[in-house]
């Protein structure tokens, strides 16, 4: 079974940015398409951005978009997030997940695999 592990997160003013990392292990990397999702406190785990399994194609949630970045390297089986003109609404713990065989879903039951988590916290 994919194992996933985040890094990354951390303390950021609005308008900086952030790089999220990925490391995945145990299974082929490339036969998932992979996800980054959070989780603001209260609110329910929302979609943020999807990679292909082939990393040729992606698909963000619309208020990160021209914001946010993913991208993988399946040479070194990792995806990360990069996370630019941050605001306080990105605060969040951020989640990377995969999902064998399936790309560009935005649907966070489609992933088995789950990170354990990282926060981004954005102060104002």
């Known amino acids: 079974q994919m194992q996933l592990v985040e890094s990354g997160g951390g303390l950021v003013q609005a308008g900086g940015s952030l790089t999220l990392s990925c490391a995945a292990s145990?299974?082929?990397?490339?036969?998932?398409?992979m996800g980054w999702f959070r989780q603001a406190p209260g609110k329910e785990r929302e979609f943020v951005a999807t990679?292909?399994?082939?990393?040729?194609?992606?698909d963000y949630l619309d208020s990160v978009k021209g914001r946010f970045t993913i991208s993988r390297d399946n040479a070194k089986n990792t995806v990360a997030l990069q996370m630019n003109s941050l605001k306080p609404e990105d605060t969040a713990v951020y989640y990377c997940?995969?999902?064998?065989?399936?790309?560009?879903?935005?649907?966070?039951?489609?992933?088995?695999?789950w990170g354990q988590g990282t926060q981004v916290t954005v102060s104002s």
């Open positions: 997940a995969g999902a064998l065989y399936v790309s560009l879903s935005r649907d966070h039951r489609r992933y088995a695999y």
């Open positions: 145990r299974g082929t990397f490339s036969t998932y398409g």
């Open positions: 990679i292909s399994r082939s990393g040729g194609s992606t």
